[in-house]
């Protein structure tokens, strides 16, 4: 990757990369020199977070597979958002760990999301700057800054336009897959014009690894959109190379075959976990939401929240002037444009219809204005192409003309850009999770577990944020089972079995939405985010674990939840399971009453207990199921079974008994083996492979 890179890049002290390093200081000097943040939102409650999460695992020495701070416990590395693979962030992580941070800091994420921003415009440079050099009559008389100047223009418009500078640092796992576009597109442009080689596997290996990098970077829709356009583009390239179909199409299955295999540590925990999230029951509907058809006015207004479709006027003259004179190369970028736009518009317009039926993985996403960026990208490149006309058509006549509509041009572009950037992602550094003194009753509390649940007062994965665990939680992608027995368990019988000591609320009294008043007394009251919040706490001891001796058995969920509404149903004595094997009844005799589980470990992904039962009996404990738990019972292993739609049961023998619970999903184990399979053979095939001569048209 950094041999590929610097075949492209400018000098360390030439004036394209100077330019484009003091336009990126000049968005963000503010950011950098910590004068300002980013808003309080996703970037925060979501994204900051979910770092704090793999960092503090991974500065102690444990893979953060799991996370039990909402939710009631979470496959934390099945979602995309954790970017648990990404590399750019093994390197904060590294840094942080080197400078001796025991968290990860607020301001490590706000570098992180400028810095692809210096990737972004770079990235675009070097795509333009090879798109152009092999234009026809080139601007020969012309000193070489001008000649950069129309990719600089492209590269401008589309790091800085509406589109990347407004939503996408918010939600960084979108700024940080579309980062990738220019450089993946890059390389299929010099694979399509390469020389014929023996190793044509290897040519492969840039295209891939960039795309590798913006499937890790956590979007997985952004990346479908990444990955069609590369599809489109190389194509378009072969083309225009005259390369015949049959190599085409064998070096995009080279390259999509490789990123399969380096991808499936990520795509198998994904795929399973989006086919047992809520997204998998997403309506049409749903999914078809868009951009309503006025938002073209955009084209040529701004609006002071965000503005996806604005590029600047004098760009968009640019544009428009390519289309009209830049043939075959305009006409594509065109097309990607419009096509990009009649997506984003959703169920708007019949086109989204068209692409759910037919192209893969596109019914999986919601938020169908998202291809907006492609629409940015599209319309950056054709400003570009329209600026190179622009001068070749002045530089035929004289030198003086071209340099001073040039400067004028880029100038009157960056002013344009910069005073219309969106404000409100400009805000003074704050403290995203501070102090609250409703929550001091429960920091004091010394109880080793208990849960608390928020209703609507509190920030997104507040828990997280001030060190306790929590029930709900604000990611996207929600486990379908915990929604399920949020809405159809009882609530007083949820909040037994979830161990939820403090309620977060705006109620007068811990009153349950089937208008039932546990015992419970108010602790604290005060402001809170989003609005006065009363804080009252539970009278009943919060258990991590219990051992029932009755299991009942349910054909499906519907019937486990039909026995969790009967008003005489005590989880702590009976669990509703969907296996006949494990039914136990031994209810004609009564129990001496066995010591209480004892709990040896309490760490996400890792349980432990020590149970005495007088005779078989289940240990249910209090935290999400999900495939890829593995129980062992002194020693030996045991099935992980579902007990009452949500939580997680193991079959224990009489007499004491020592139950330990660890979160080793088999879908991670298999793609992470097949992952470093497929990069070993990479690595080998890449070293015993000879360079292969590259060419530029």
């Not at 576009?181 to 023996?198: D, F, I, V």
């Not at 609006?303 to 600047?312: E, F, N």
């Not at 204005?369 to 190179?388: M, N, P, W």
């Not at 674990?545 to 499906?556: C, E, G, T």
Request: aromatic letters at 14%.
């Amino acid at each position: 990757m950094r041999r590929f890179i610097l075949h492209h890049l400018p000098s360390p002290g030439g004036s394209s990369f100077i330019l484009l390093l003091a336009l990126w200081l000049l968005f963000f000097w503010r950011y950098l020199a910590g004068q300002a943040s980013f808003p309080d939102g996703d970037f925060t409650q979501q994204f900051f977070v979910f770092r704090n999460i793999a960092y503090r695992a991974l500065a102690a020495g444990r893979l953060p597979l799991w996370a039990d701070c909402f939710f009631a416990g979470y496959p934390f590395h099945a979602d995309p958002q954790s970017q648990l693979f990404y590399p750019p962030i093994w390197i904060s992580y590294a840094i942080l760990k080197l400078l001796g941070y025991g968290h990860f800091p607020l301001f490590a994420l706000t570098l992180e999301a400028a810095s692809h921003y210096l990737l972004a415009s770079l990235f675009t440079f070097l795509f333009l700057r090879a798109e152009l050099s092999d234009q026809p009559a080139a601007i020969s008389n012309q000193p070489s800054a001008i000649c950069d100047l129309p990719p600089l223009l492209g590269a401008i418009v589309f790091t800085y336009g509406g589109y990347l500078i407004g939503y996408p640092p918010l939600q960084t796992a979108i700024l940080e897959t579309i980062v990738w576009l220019p450089l993946l597109l890059l390389s299929l442009r010099r694979l399509s014009a390469s020389r014929p080689t023996p190793h044509a596997l290897r040519s492969t290996i840039w295209p891939a690894l960039t795309l590798a990098l913006a499937f890790f970077a956590g979007h997985p829709q952004t990346f479908l959109f990444v990955a069609y356009l590369s599809i489109a583009y190389f194509i378009h390239r072969a083309a225009l190379d005259g390369r015949p179909w049959r190599w085409t199409l064998t070096r995009l299955a080279a390259i999509f075959g490789l990123l399969f295999g380096l991808s499936l540590v990520q795509l198998l925990p994904q795929a399973q976990y989006l086919s047992l999230s809520t997204r998998a029951s997403l309506s049409f509907e749903e999914l078809s939401r868009g951009f309503p058809l006025g938002i073209v006015k955009q084209f040529l207004f701004t609006d002071p929240m965000w503005s996806p479709l604005y590029i600047g006027l004098a760009p968009l003259a640019l544009a428009m002037l390519a289309i009209a004179f830049r043939g075959v190369r305009a006409a594509f970028w065109l097309a990607v444009a419009v096509v990009g736009l009649l997506l984003s518009f959703g169920g708007n317009t019949p086109v989204y219809s068209i692409a759910y039926w037919l192209l893969p993985g596109y019914r999986l996403f919601r938020g169908q204005e998202r291809i907006a960026a492609l629409v940015s990208f599209s319309i950056a490149i054709l400003a570009a192409l329209g600026f190179d006309q622009l001068l070749r058509s002045i530089s035929a006549r004289t030198r003086l003309p071209a340099v001073i509509v040039a400067l004028a041009v880029a100038a009157a572009t960056v002013i344009d850009l910069y005073s219309n950037r969106t404000a409100s992602n400009l805000v003074a550094p704050f403290d995203p999770y501070p102090p609250f003194s409703i929550l001091d009753p429960i920091r004091a509390d010394p109880a080793p577990f208990f849960r608390v649940q928020d209703d609507a007062r509190m920030q997104g994965h507040f828990a997280c944020g001030y060190g306790f665990k929590e029930w709900g939680g604000i990611s996207p992608i929600r486990p379908a089972a915990w929604a399920e027995f949020d809405e159809r368990a009882p609530e007083s019988l949820r909040w037994k079995v979830i161990g939820m000591k403090y309620l977060i609320t705006w109620k007068n009294g811990a009153l349950t939405r089937e208008n039932e008043l546990p015992p419970a007394e108010r602790v604290a009251e005060g402001a809170a985010p989003k609005g006065d919040a009363k804080v009252y706490r539970m009278f009943e001891i919060p258990r991590r674990a219990w051992l029932v001796h009755q299991a009942q058995i349910a054909a499906d969920r519907n019937s486990v939840f039909a026995a969790l509404q009967t008003p005489a149903f005590d989880p702590f004595t009976t669990a509703i399971i969907r296996d006949p094997q494990f039914a136990i009844r031994n209810a004609e005799r009564p129990f001496a009453a066995a010591p209480a589980p004892s709990t040896l470990e309490d760490s996400p992904g890792r349980l432990a207990f020590t149970v005495t039962a007088d005779s078989p009996a289940l240990l249910v404990v209090s935290e999400a199921y999900y495939p890829g738990w593995v129980a062992t019972v002194n020693g030996q292993p045991a099935p992980a079974l579902e007990a009452d739609a949500f939580l997680i049961a193991i079959p224990v023998p009489a007499g004491p008994a020592t139950i330990e619970l660890n979160y080793r999903p088999v879908a991670f184990i298999v793609g992470a083996i097949i992952s470093i399979i497929a990069l070993t053979i990479y690595i080998a095939l890449f070293v015993a492979s000879r360079p292969s001569p590259i060419t530029n048209r």
